[in-house]
């Protein structure tokens, strides 16, 4: 009897989290398929390393996007990000690729400053906790001393 009840605890437990997968699946799809009021690209060169950077900003203020990143000697990082901005400052998450390497994905918190028509690409401590990397609580985020500022370009499609 205590065997079948934990066996029908696990299954509840199971259906629960697909509904909950599913329901995390339709939301991205439809911030993917909704579509953006604006859209402004930008592109930061510092020494030899290249990022750039297009955000489309939605009806409910929420940033999608993408960037890529070309550092000197590494191979490239290309993602999306997803966020949203809270003052003037965007705080989201870069979900990408390294190289050729498809089968793995990345994710990191990004923190950018809007000053202007520049952005800034902030600097802070990052921790992780069950796999999950953010900004650590307390500690602050430098926009000051960056190698990172986007200046303003011309989408291009490709």
Request: proline letters at 2%.
């Amino acid at each position: 009897m205590k065997n079948l009840g934990l066996s029908c605890l696990l299954l509840v437990s199971i259906g629960f989290q697909s509904c909950k997968n599913e329901k995390a699946n339709d939301t991205k799809e439809a911030t993917k398929a909704e579509k953006p009021i604006s859209v402004n690209c930008y592109q930061a060169l510092y020494d030899k390393d290249t990022i750039d950077l297009k955000i489309n900003t939605l009806k409910d203020g929420k940033i999608s996007g993408s960037m890529v990143m070309k550092m000197y000697a590494m191979s490239e990082k290309t993602g999306d990000i997803e966020g949203e901005f809270r003052g003037d400052t965007l705080f989201a998450d870069y979900s990408f690729i390294q190289g050729k390497n498809e089968n793995a994905t990345f994710k990191n918190p990004l923190a950018i400053l809007k000053r202007g028509d520049t952005l800034i690409l902030g600097n802070g401590k990052i921790e992780t906790y069950l796999g999950r990397s953010y900004f650590a609580k307390g500690a602050p985020i430098d926009f000051d001393r960056v190698k990172y500022k986007f200046l303003t370009v011309d989408c291009v499609d490709k």
